[in-house]
């Protein structure tokens, strides 16, 4: 009896590396599957709604597949189209919302693979998972409070609100000026003493001219320190200061899945960025392959779609080779 859950390869994650992966696999002819927790592109999801890429659309690109748009960068509804019409396009193979629970090599070689809907096996597994899943976080009291959140989508929702920014880079300050403008008080808690050095040349003016006019106000060299219901404390140079507070968005950045890489037999390092091949992008796991930002451990800001959809050829090359 054919097992009808066994492939040549199964990919971990539906986000553009996934896809490119698919892509590639479905050339060379490879029986292949995606499984997904979530959406397509379900990162890209849960980005700001109003986000506006740092690379021009071509650089995002996959399969070939032109990525349209009369705009200099691309935003975020854009891209989700987008990659959700090259997936029609190619007809991928994909299972949505659908979490992978385990990953074990057996002693044929094959790959066991447990989820949360059934089980398959493959000859060979692709992680493409991203960076986006496990926050950093601040660890101070009242964290955990639901006003607190490390997913920034929508301004509306702060209109008229005590709104606290933690983080200075591309998504605080997003944050900060996307609120702002719905009338929310703002404040930014930075950690150093400037803005990030990576902030989007076209907003950085923006922000700095609404901090200037104490449009937005910005406490440099300072950390959130606690959190209630109706206030927060904030560390500065010049002492505590505690402030009314209705809303604390925390844009401190976030890092792979590593509990999950190490469960899957990855070896990783003291600085936690995982072991493979860079020609091949094998794992110290025959078989078993990384691709994309999970490849960068916890320096999430070296690889993005445009320098990482490389891997997906490598990945089919050495499978199918």
């Known amino acids: 009896m054919v097992n009808q859950n066994h492939y040549d390869l199964l990919i971990i994650g539906a986000g553009p590396i996934g896809m490119a992966c698919a892509i590639e696999a479905q050339k060379a002819n490879l029986n292949y599957i995606i499984v997904e927790k979530g959406a397509l592109v379900n990162s890209l999801f849960n980005y700001p709604v109003f986000m506006t890429f740092f690379s021009t659309s071509q650089r995002l690109e996959i399969g070939g597949v032109p990525f349209v748009t009369i705009n200099p960068k691309p935003n975020r509804n854009e891209a989700v189209e987008y990659y959700r019409r090259v997936a029609e396009k190619f007809d991928l193979k994909i299972n949505l919302f659908e979490r992978v629970n385990q990953v074990n090599k057996k002693d044929d070689?094959?790959?066991e693979i447990s989820t949360s809907k059934t089980s398959y096996t493959a000859k060979n597994v692709v992680v493409a998972t991203g960076f986006y899943d496990v926050p950093l976080l601040m660890n101070v009291p009242g964290e955990d409070l639901p006003k607190v959140t490390h997913y920034y989508k929508d301004p509306h929702l702060y209109a008229f609100q005590n709104v606290v920014v933690v983080g200075a880079n591309n998504s605080g300050v997003?944050?900060?000026?996307?609120?702002?403008?719905?009338?929310a008080n703002v404040t930014m808690v930075?950690?150093?003493?400037?803005?990030?050095?990576?902030?989007?040349?076209?907003?950085?003016?923006?922000?700095q001219n609404r901090i200037k006019e104490g449009e937005v106000k910005a406490l440099f060299n300072s950390e959130l320190v606690a959190i209630r219901e109706n206030e927060v404390d904030i560390k500065t140079p010049e002492g505590i200061q505690t402030i009314a507070n209705d809303f604390?968005?925390?844009?401190?950045?976030?890092?792979?899945?590593f509990s999950m890489l190490r469960k899957f037999g990855i070896e990783l390092p003291e600085s936690l960025c995982p072991a493979y091949n860079e020609e091949t992008m094998e794992t110290n796991?025959?078989?078993?392959?990384l691709a994309g930002v999970v490849c960068g451990g916890l320096d999430t800001h070296k690889l993005f779609i445009e320098n990482s959809r490389v891997h997906a050829e490598m990945i089919v090359k050495h499978i199918a080779g």
């Open 174 to 183: 997003d944050a900060a000026l996307e609120t702002y403008r719905k009338g």
């Open 190 to 207: 930075v950690r150093s003493g400037e803005l990030g050095p990576n902030v989007k040349y076209w907003v950085r003016p923006d922000i």
């Open 248 to 257: 604390v968005i925390a844009m401190t950045g976030y890092q792979p899945d």
């Open 285 to 289: 796991v025959k078989g078993l392959y």
């Open 109 to 111: 070689g094959l790959f």
